[in-house]
């Protein structure tokens, strides 16, 4: 038996790197179609420019519609392959102009730069961010592969191994595994033999285990190198990014792309920062959770138990919630979350709900979307409900227009936002005893502008709700009189 199995492994290390193998004979196929062996190895650096759009993911209006986007200007992608493949280098420089309702700066200008393992940003007044996490570190370098001439450079290395050689469709599939230990699937076109597809697997937080898959197309012959002029990457089902190439320039000035000693230097940041989450008593029996960040949580104390409003942010944030928030009232226990809208910001911390067994309270159209994150695979960096090896079904209750939660204790009334542009399945809170008004997304006093000022006062109108105080999600507790002030005098600089 142990033979046997050696045999098998020396049998596959010889198919994986053997140097006659199919996957071989697909990739120098490929290079002869791109423009030859030669000319791809002789590429020290890659310029790409051209413009497009980047999509916003987990920010839609419904679960179902299509995601809302950024232009992209200005886009530069600079790839210096001087040290090596496996001690690249990448910078992306880029524009994005919100094209959707956003309080926020609508204008940013990106710069994001790898140097081998060190990945930082370079903030608009030129300063280096810190460095980031090591998982930033890893997508970007995977991401440098998302192109035919490096992912070609990458199969061609002896250091590279390539394996499971398959046909799909026209397409012929080989695995390349790197010296670095990323794992890609590059898909080539069985009749012009050039790179159709680059795939990898990578964690989004939200979603769980995604494929990032660029597809190359148009293409079009660079100075003698057959080159894509539209570079189209999904995370799973949605586009992430749609370039159109405008300029290629090959082995020109990369420019300086060495991580900054004070960078360098510095451990990489954590995967999961630490988490502070405060309590502040806003009611009786209410609580306003907030802390770090600018994500926050309202607990609420029934008769037998406690509900809380938002577990947002990131599982790690979520959990620093629960924790404070039964720490409030003692001997009570928490059984219900409500989950304002299925922004993926907002519903951060669904899984880890399910996980203890929470009901979730959502407006219905967010329900089959939860359903389906509930049940998503999370195997490259599993989380809490991943780990549970026998976890009980999600348990929803829907809110169609509205619900009203009360008990001898208290009462909570949760009301279906109408006609509001950013999310179409967003509930707001309300307390009737103390004309509290709990809100996400539709008021934070720090943003530029208030794009809803007009919907949060047409849905209070709607409702007929007399509002004293503002306990929102994002930002600080207000009175009323005070976000209608600040509201008015943003809105009265509109042009
Ligand atoms: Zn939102
Ligand atoms: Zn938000």
Known sequence: MKKALSTILATALLCGCGRRSPELNAVKAAAEAMGGKDKILAVMTLIVEGEGENSNLGQNRTPDAPLTVWKITNFKRTIDLSDGLNKGRMRVEQVRTAQFPFALATVSRQNMVLDG??????????????????????????????????????????????????????LQLVDVLTA????LTL????????????????????????????????????GGLKMPKRLTTKIDKWVQSDIRVSKYTVNGNAGDLDAPATVSSALAAPANPPVEVTSEQV??????????????????????????????????????VLVKARSLAFGKSLTEV????????????????????????????????????????HTIVPDELAGNLSPEPIKIKPVDDMLVLKDASMELDLYHVKDNSHSDTLLMGWVPRDHILVQADLYDSGWLRYPWADNLKQNVALRQL??????????????????????????????
């Open 117 to 170: 393992d060190v990945a930082w940003n370079v903030n608009e007044d030129g300063s280096p961010s810190s460095r980031l996490s090591d998982k930033t570190a890893t997508d970007r370098r995977v991401e440098l592969l998302h192109h035919p001439v490096t992912i070609l450079r990458a199969a061609l290395d002896p250091a590279t191994k390539l394996s499971n050689f398959r046909k799909s469709g026209n």
């Open 338 to 377: 409500i989950v304002s809208h299925h922004h993926f910001d907002h519903s951060a911390g669904l899984r880890l709900a399910v996980n203890e067994g929470l009901t979730i309270i959502t407006q219905s159209g967010n329900v089959p979307w939860f359903k389906e994150l509930a049940g998503r695979k």
């Open 180 to 183: 670095n230990f990323d794992m």
């Open 283 to 320: 009611a009786p029996g209410i609580w306003w959770l907030a802390g770090s960040g600018n994500h926050h949580s309202v607990v609420f104390e029934f008769a037998d138990h406690l509900t809380l409003f938002e577990l947002p942010e990131s599982e790690a944030r979520a959990k620093a």
């Open 187 to 222: 898909a080539l076109d069985g009749t012009t033999h050039l790179p159709a597809t680059v795939s990898s697997m990578t964690d989004q937080p939200n979603l769980g285990d995604v494929a990032i898959e660029t597809s190359f197309t148009d293409y079009a012959d660079i």
């Open 466 to 495: 007399k509002v004293e105080k503002d306990v929102p999600i994002h930002g600080n507790i207000e009175s009323w009189a005070d976000v209608l002030k600040r509201m008015d005098a943003k809105e009265k600089e509109k042009p």
